[in-house]
């Protein structure tokens, strides 16, 4: 069944802008995943954020998880067009779980 | 890192036949693998956990006699969608678990006509 929950469902920018994409989850995590996946194309990782941290960083990316209140959200600075695709976020209760994903957020990137 | 093969990347069946899927962990042993189907402009969702040297256990929902998994190495698991049908047509996607992290296959995009 589905736990992550992203919103905005869809976000269209400007190139240059900031992107936030949310997610929250309903049980207790092991870590959490957020993924991009291109239309019709397969899942790319980007970035893996465990229930004991609070942010990490990746280049543009910026990811922080508030495990009281079961959220995370995804930060995309200095946007590009090529950013433009959908992201996941999923979440594993333990490390040989399968990963459960939300509904995902469409992001558009307009140059 | 890890590597995770899927093959095939497209396939175009006819309506009744079987086709298989193969799932390749390249650099590393895998003994659980999981499948996930996804429709268009939809999320993934799981369909069954692939299980080296025993039997895969389905999600609600999946028919177990449609969708049979085999997972006889520690390195490939396949999925065959048995007597399929169009509404079958869908992108699959295998992934195995190297704690923490998960490694996905390209995926399959399936279509039946």
């Known amino acids: 069944s589905q736990q992550g929950e992203e919103d905005p469902q869809a976000l269209s920018i400007q190139e240059g802008e900031n992107a936030t994409m949310n997610c929250s989850y309903k049980?207790?995590?092991?870590?959490l995943q957020w993924y991009r996946q291109n239309s019709g194309r397969g899942l790319v990782h980007l970035i893996l954020?465990?229930?004991?941290?609070r942010e990490k960083h990746s280049g543009r990316l910026r990811v922080t998880l508030d495990t009281s209140k079961k959220s995370s959200s995804l930060l995309i600075t200095a946007s590009r067009a090529a950013d433009t695709a959908s992201y996941f976020c999923?979440?594993?209760?333990?490390?040989?779980?399968?990963?459960?994903f939300g509904k995902g957020t469409r992001l558009s990137v307009i140059a | 890192g890890a590597v995770v093969s899927q093959h095939p990347s497209r396939v175009i069946c006819k309506s009744g036949t079987s086709v298989k899927i193969e799932c390749r962990s390249l650099?590393?042993?895998?003994?659980?693998m999981f499948w996930y189907r996804q429709f268009p402009k939809q999320s993934l969702m799981l369909m069954a956990t692939?299980?080296?040297?025993?039997?895969?256990?389905?999600e609600q929902g999946v028919e177990k006699d449609k969708f049979l998994i085999n997972h006889a190495s520690l390195t490939l698991s396949t999925l065959t969608v048995t007597s399929a049908h169009p509404e079958d047509s869908s992108f699959y996607i295998c992934?195995?678990?190297?704690?923490?992290?998960?490694?996905f296959g390209q995926g399959t995009r399936l279509t039946v006509v």
């Open positions: 992934s195995a678990s190297l704690a923490p992290g998960a490694f």
């Open positions: 049980t207790s995590i092991n870590n």
């Open positions: 954020i465990r229930s004991n941290e």
């Open positions: 999923a979440t594993a209760s333990s490390g040989n779980t399968p990963l459960v």
């Open positions: 692939s299980n080296e040297g025993s039997k895969a256990t389905y």
């Open positions: 650099d590393f042993q895998a003994t659980t």
